[in-house]
């Protein structure tokens, strides 16, 4: 599994990494975790706003910090 914050850099991008982490975690997965801090690559994507969650090169997460809760139901359901 791959999965990519997207952002500058930010405090929610360093905050959607660490929510991230705990709910790969607590589902018992293994994830490489990339930053992606180009704006062209972060535009190809189709997010207007930061930060944002790519797992396995489709954007889940958009514009928001969800907890690790809501995380881990959207990695679950993948």
């Not at 990339?34 to 994507?45: H, L, N, P, S």
């Amino acid at each position: 599994m791959i999965v990519k914050i997207l952002g500058p850099g930010c405090r929610n991008c360093h905050t959607l990494e660490e929510r991230t982490r705990e709910a790969l975690a607590q589902l018992g997965l293994e994830a490489e975790i990339q930053a992606v801090t180009d704006y062209a690559e972060i535009a190809g994507y189709g997010v207007m706003k930061t930060p944002g969650l790519v797992v396995d090169e489709e954007v889940l997460v958009a514009g928001k910090v969800p907890s690790a809760k809501e995380l881990a139901q959207l990695l679950a359901a993948r």
